[in-house]
């Protein structure tokens, strides 16, 4: 077997010393010398990342959908609709976004919204929706696949516009900065709004993700890596009240 590897630039990446918290330490995470556990917070964060002026770069059409995903062995961007609805995650998705919203469907805003799988349920069901991608040409290659209104630019450089649902799905473990994401998310959503994330998360019941696991302590790609109490530091910390820690895909 081949594989077709996304050409990076090392210049594209700066050294983090910091978890996002503030906390410092040389202790290695268990699951990748790349990674350092933060003794504050308890998150796992690469010791380098990517830089903010990168993130264009490196998520692009060619390099990240589709060389990247190969090498991965995960399906291109086009292909994930159908993983995504046949395995039933996107049903899993709605079912919990209906437990917390109004009846009335009103705007949603999705961060990284790829393919826009989960957007093109939502407008079905009579949600406004907005989907936000860093690279010009895959927002324009979805929007026109799909119709959907889809715009370029990296969250929060490029702001979002006043939305009652702010989704993240396989997002935040990406963001370099999560605090300055997430208080911009939370100014963006409407009083009484719902934000609905997805991510890796660290449980412990179980001591990492099994054959998953050098996928997910990928540094280049995933600058933190959360358990769930991490995770609900960081919500408070941006003043988010937490409905639900607790489900699992």
Same mark, same amino acid.
């Given at each position: ?30 699951? #990748? $010398?790349?990674?350092? *556990?933060?003794?504050? /917070? ?7 990342? %990517? !830089? ?51 009846? #009335? $469907?009103?705007?949603? *805003?999705?961060?990284? /919204? ?7 349920? %939502? !407008? ?126």
């Amino acid at each position: 077997m081949t594989a077709v590897l996304q050409s990076v630039d090392e210049a594209w990446f700066e050294t983090a010393d910091r978890c996002w918290c503030g906390g410092r330490s040389d202790a290695r995470s268990p699951h #990748s $010398p790349h990674y350092r *556990v933060c003794p504050r /917070c308890g998150a796992h964060y690469a010791a380098q990342r %990517l !830089r903010p002026d990168c993130i264009d770069k490196f998520y692009s059409f060619e390099g990240y959908w589709q060389h990247r995903q190969q090498s991965k062995q995960h399906p291109v961007l086009f292909e994930r609709q159908q993983l995504l609805e046949s395995d039933g995650r996107v049903q899993h998705w709605l079912d919990a976004i209906a437990r917390h919203t109004s009846a #009335s $469907p009103r705007t949603t *805003v999705e961060v990284g /919204c790829a393919e826009g799988t989960l957007l093109l349920h %939502l !407008r079905r069901l009579g949600w406004q929706t907005v989907g936000l991608e860093p690279d010009a040409r895959t927002a324009g290659a979805v929007r026109e696949r799909t119709g959907l209104d889809i715009r370029t630019g990296v969250f929060p450089d490029v702001a979002a516009p006043a939305c009652d649902l702010f989704i993240a799905n396989d997002v935040l473990e990406h963001v370099p900065d999560p605090l300055r994401f997430l208080t911009a998310a939370r100014a963006a959503l409407r009083p009484g709004g719902i934000l609905f994330l997805q991510l890796p998360l660290m449980e412990k019941e179980q001591p990492d993700f099994g054959s998953m696991t050098d996928k997910v302590f990928d540094p280049q790609e995933h600058a933190f890596i959360y358990s769930r109490g991490a995770l609900a530091t960081l919500l408070e910390t941006a003043e988010f009240e937490v409905l639900e820690n607790s489900d699992a895909w």
